[in-house]
């Protein structure tokens, strides 16, 4: 890696769906490229800060005609003997620490009894 902005994942695995073309419609013989595991998360470190990586969806711009996204978006068609364009979305995001999981988790909690406190508080004063 020589750019110190780019990193390389190898983590995620798409399956091209290639239709019979039986259907005698090019939207019915729609060729297509679904996400393999449902989440698809990576994990890659940049310049000593651990990183998530995690494809979101496919989203097709205005326009496009002879492409679909289907499946919640993890799954980009295009018409048979068509061509069209999606951009595959990502998000990138910090790996917490083991101490910031520690204080999810008493955050958590805390607003759970808060929660629990209030309707228990409500219940009382309606008896």
């Not at 769906?17 to 090019?26: D, E, F």
């Not at 969806?57 to 205005?62: L, P, Q, R, S, T």
């Not at 492409?67 to 295009?78: E, I, K, L």
């Not at 364009?85 to 910031?100: F, S, Y």
């Amino acid at each position: 890696m020589t750019d110190p902005h780019t990193v390389d994942i190898n983590d995620f695995l798409l399956t091209l769906t290639n239709t019979p073309n039986s259907s005698g419609t090019s939207t019915g013989d729609s060729d297509g490229v679904t996400f393999t595991n449902p989440n698809p998360r990576a994990q890659f470190n940049a310049g000593g800060v651990e990183y998530w990586f995690d494809l979101v969806d496919f989203k097709v711009g205005a326009g496009v005609t002879n492409g679909d996204v289907r499946n919640n978006g993890t799954s980009f068609f295009v018409q048979e003997g068509q061509t069209a364009t999606a951009a595959l979305c990502g998000r990138i995001t910090v790996v917490p620490e083991p101490g910031e999981w520690a204080t999810y988790l008493i955050m958590a909690g805390s607003l759970g009894t808060v929660v629990f406190r209030a309707r228990r508080k409500k219940s009382a004063s309606a008896a």
